[in-house]
């Protein structure tokens, strides 16, 4: 059984006086704030409780690696809990500062971590962790405030679900009709641009783009939890994006992109077989490409392209 928060600081403590490890003030706090002790871990000072989870995993040859950072305050999770985050070569450790499981601290790790990162992490909409990685029949599950995560052995694969009160219809079971996102390349310069509505097809074949094949399926219409899908163009570069995040739409305006043409609407949420729509970004270039699945993601990561974020959900292609 994990030790309560009061018993880990004290042993803790006992412990650093005995071995000489140093113990500080947590940098988080202020001086309206009283100092919570913390305890070095691979020169960067953590909390006692984020020190005790990191040995129960090993330390620093265990599964998260070293510390890469000072613990420090991380944003409000969507569920409105507040909490300190502790980041590692291979994972992350979250203290919760408030609401019922104040005190008490969680790792992510392995394909967990990477899912995590993906979906916006502590503000995203999984929140914060509230169980530790429990190990299954097929593989192991972790629970946070908005949903949980499982991993199947059988096929090495993480997949995030959100809680009842979150999940919406299955695709395809709205009343709101949906048109197919397909994928386009320019032959001329390998560039790749994912397009829905018909003017923006016969934009992208006078520009020299051919059709691929079939992405996904976007909402023609307007449908709760969920945002617009937005072309975007730089004339002046011969680029294009399909985005639908707000930090995309920012990055793009930033880089000299201007709206062309709304390409439909995506979920913003997972939902039961839907498929994540990826954005790989090339920083040297300024090339963005939309990606729907592992073949379209092998295709970017080839051609020299990072992820960036995830624009949003959709019913996966006929």
């Known amino acids: 059984m994990r030790k309560t928060l009061a018993s880990a600081v004290l042993s803790l403590l006992a412990a650093a006086s005995l071995m000489g490890t140093r113990v500080e003030a947590d940098p988080t706090s202020t001086s309206s704030t009283p100092a919570r002790p913390t305890i070095v871990a691979c020169g960067f000072p953590v909390t006692a409780a984020t020190y005790a989870v990191w040995q129960d995993l090993g330390g620093e040859t265990g599964r998260l690696g070293c510390a890469t950072q000072p613990e420090r305050s991380g944003p409000a999770s969507p569920q409105g809990s507040s ?24 790792a992510i790790v392995g394909c967990f971590y ?29 629970i946070f405030e908005g949903g949980d995560m499982r991993y199947t052995r059988a096929y090495d694969d993480c997949q995030a679900t959100p809680s009842a009160g979150l999940e919406r219809a299955r695709p395809g079971a709205a009343a709101t009709d949906t048109r197919p996102l397909d994928l386009y390349e320019n032959v001329a310069t390998g560039d790749r ?9 016969e934009i992208a074949l006078a520009a020299g783009y051919r059709r691929v094949r079939s992405q996904a399926r976007v909402l023609s219409g307007a449908e709760t939890d969920a945002a617009p899908l937005k072309l975007y163009q730089n004339e002046a570069r011969g680029l294009r994006q399909t985005l639908a995040t707000s930090q995309s739409e920012r990055d793009a305006l930033a880089e000299g992109f201007v709206f ?13 077989g839907a498929v994540a729509l990826k954005r790989y970004g090339n920083a040297a270039t300024g090339a963005t490409w939309l990606t729907a699945g592992s073949s379209d993601e092998a295709d970017a990561l080839a051609a020299g392209l990072a992820f960036l974020r995830i624009e949003g959900y959709a019913a996966p292609p006929d």
């Open 260 to 272: 062309e043409a709304s390409q439909g609407y995506v979920w913003t949420l997972p939902r039961p």
């Open 193 to 201: 641009l994912s397009v829905a509505s018909q003017r923006s097809v």
């Open 114 to 142: 990477r899912l995590y990162v993906q979906f916006g992490g502590a503000s995203g909409w999984l929140g914060l962790p509230v169980s530790d990685s429990q190990n299954t029949p097929d593989g192991s599950r972790q």
């Open 83 to 106: 909490a300190s985050q502790a980041l590692f070569a291979s994972g992350e450790i979250v203290l919760h500062a408030s609401g019922p499981r104040a005190g008490q601290a969680f």
